[in-house]
């Protein structure tokens, strides 16, 4: 090809700094030309390409039948040279997808008689046999799907199964903390705003990643092994029948991780409909900041039941909601398939590589480094909103809080027998009145046919920065200006909660309507922002943030009411 030839092994970091001088020294030395064409391009595609590579300048049939692919999109291309090519490919009458279907199979064609010649591989005959004969099950048609729902099953068990110790200690840890400051400190502003504000808030999302990290070392595993790959392939005919392609498996696949790269991931699709209807439909995926959520409220109303003796039903009800969100994006894509009209065609084809053993290394490192992106990007987010939060609920209209005090003050001189309860209503009745009761009780009308109380509320508004700060919502909440709760994890707080008539606040019916809305609903500003930047039109991010929240609330609704 008339360039240096480097050998490198990147899984192992060898020759990559004899590559970077290679590049270097081509770089400096002038171009280098082909001396012949890697495959028959002209044979292929036609003798038109020479009329390409006037037009622009180019040196190879290569680089025009690329440019003739995709002359729509390239920005060094002026108007003339656009409209010179549409022209010439409407007349010759180009079949784009064909024609690169062929070339991609030419190509890897010559490639395998490059490699039978130079490359030496140990036993890559036996390698080869050994991946083909785990593909004859794990790619089957319906043992395929068997094994992929059982690979989910796995992992949402151990999940749960797993995680569960380091919760525990974490959990104990915090409490222990909060307890120990209690006592040491006097009681004053400094202590309010660290105990119940600072310290409620960090330790309401803390508790979630063992989770997060145990999510994403599954999910290296299954990338590592080569099965990831073997996922878009099982799932090419599933994405098709909605109007996509595999393609798009790996933006929702990546999803679960966050939305935002997920959807940068869709460059690679290069059918317009397809990338925007993947775009629009990636957030519904369940990612990493709903985990937190999902388990504080699957843990509130889900008991911890093992099915069978084997099967932790927690875990299932965990499954059911990844696979709704996945479903639901199905659904969402069949539909903007008939909305969108483009007609343009594609393939899909991808090299799926040998099965290898996972390196636990990379493994380790992937789990260590999203912990630290969970808490670095969601502790910046949750702490800012956490100590406003508290500023909130601590502090209110001076007139209702002095009328608040007033009340109490004659009641404790009325009743100095009943100090302890009256403590306990006199700080619900302070946070009711305060800026964040006001702005929870203006908003409760709304969501109150949800089987939502005005701290919900509240949790949903600040959420929308970002999913997990629901926690830290409910954490602050739950803590400001109650003295016990400093001794309680979150899950007690929560699970003793009460409305004004008496009722649990966190029943099946409510636990379930919050589940669903969570899953549906688009509560993520990055989320929007990255849509925007990616279609160029704030029209997508406002018809992705209508549709879901709609499906969200219907959907919340409709549960509440089933199980009330």
């Not at 064909?98 to 199979?105: G, I, R």
């Not at 290069?270 to 369940?286: A, C, F, Y």
């Not at 099967?311 to 909601?321: D, E, H, R, S």
């Given at each position: 090809m008339g360039v240096p030839v480097v050998p490198i092994n990147p899984r192992r970091n060898k020759g990559i700094d004899q590559l970077k001088k290679a590049i270097v020294d081509v770089r400096q030395s002038g171009r280098h030309e082909l001396s012949s064409e890697f495959i028959d391009t002209e044979a292929l595609a036609g003798s038109w390409l020479n009329e390409i590579r006037q037009i622009c300048g180019l040196h190879s049939n290569y680089g025009a039948l690329h440019v003739a692919c995709n002359y729509a999109e390239l920005k060094y291309l002026n108007a003339a040279q656009r409209m010179r090519i549409a022209a010439l490919l409407d007349e010759v009458k180009f079949q784009k997808s064909?024609?690169?279907?062929?070339?991609?199979?030419q190509r890897y064609a010559r490639i395998a008689q490059?490699?039978?010649?130079?490359?030496?591989?140990?036993?890559?005959l036996q390698r080869t046999m050994r991946s083909e004969r785990i593909d004859k099950l794990l790619l089957h048609p319906v043992w395929g799907y068997v094994v992929l729902l059982s690979v989910l099953f796995l992992l949402f068990q151990s999940i749960f199964w797993l995680a569960q110790y380091p919760m525990?200690?974490?959990?104990?840890?915090?409490s222990l903390t909060s307890s120990w400051l209690n006592s040491v400190m006097p009681d004053n502003f400094i202590k309010d705003l660290l105990i119940n504000g600072l310290l409620a808030g960090i330790s309401g999302i803390a508790v979630f990643i063992p989770q997060i990290m145990i999510l994403f070392g599954l999910i290296t595993i299954l990338e590592d092994t080569g099965y990831m790959a073997r996922i878009s392939f099982l799932t090419d005919r599933l994405m098709r029948s909605v109007g996509l392609n595999g393609r798009s498996v790996m933006p929702l696949i990546s999803g679960m991780a966050c939305a935002v790269p997920a959807i940068m991931a869709t460059r690679t699709i290069?059918?317009?409909?397809?990338?925007?209807?993947?775009?629009?439909?990636?957030?519904?995926?369940?990612c990493s900041a709903r985990l937190p959520v999902y388990?504080?409220?699957i843990g509130l109303v889900i008991p911890n039941h093992r099915l069978l003796?084997?099967?932790?039903?927690?875990?299932?009800?965990?499954?059911?909601?990844?696979?709704l969100g996945f479903f639901m994006a199905l659904i969402v894509a069949r539909v903007m398939n008939f909305i969108v009209k483009v007609k343009e065609r594609t393939f899909f084809l991808m090299e799926l590589p040998v099965y290898r053993a996972p390196r636990w290394k990379n493994v380790g490192i992937t789990m260590v480094e999203k912990a630290k992106i969970f808490v670095r990007d969601a502790g910046k987010v949750i702490m800012v909103i956490s100590l406003l939060l508290w500023a909130l609920a601590s502090y209110g209209p001076p007139k209702s809080m002095r009328a608040v005090e007033a009340k109490y003050a004659k009641l404790e001189q009325q009743h100095p027998e009943q100090k302890r309860q009256l403590e306990n209503a006199h700080a619900t009745d302070k946070l009711e009145h305060s800026f964040a009761g006001v702005m929870g009780h203006a908003f409760e009308p709304v969501i109150k046919p949800l089987g939502y109380d005005w701290k919900i509320g509240i949790a949903l508004i600040t959420s929308f920065a970002a999913r997990e700060v629901f926690v830290g919502t409910m954490a602050t909440l739950y803590s400001v200006g109650n003295e016990?709760?400093?001794?309680?994890?979150?899950?007690?707080?929560?699970?003793?909660?009460?409305?004004?008539?008496?009722?649990?606040?966190?029943?099946?019916?409510?636990?379930?309507?919050?589940?669903?809305?969570?899953?549906?609903?688009?509560?993520?500003?990055?989320?929007?922002?990255i849509v925007y930047r990616e279609t160029r039109n704030w029209k997508y991010p406002v018809i992705q943030f209508l549709y879901m929240f709609a499906i969200a609330y219907v959907s919340a609704f409709i549960v509440f009411h089933l199980f009330r």
């Open positions: 064909k024609v690169q279907a062929e070339e991609v199979m490059v490699m039978q010649q130079c490359v030496v591989e140990v036993t890559p525990n200690w974490v959990e104990d840890g915090f290069q059918n317009r409909k397809e990338r925007l209807i993947t775009i629009m439909v990636t957030p519904l995926m369940s388990t504080i409220l003796g084997i099967f932790n039903l927690q875990g299932l009800v965990l499954m059911g909601l990844y696979l016990e709760a400093s001794k309680e994890t979150l899950h007690e707080k929560m699970a003793a909660a009460k409305r004004t008539d008496g009722t649990a606040v966190y029943t099946l019916a409510t636990g379930l309507s919050l589940l669903i809305f969570y899953v549906f609903a688009m509560q993520c500003m990055s989320t929007l922002a």
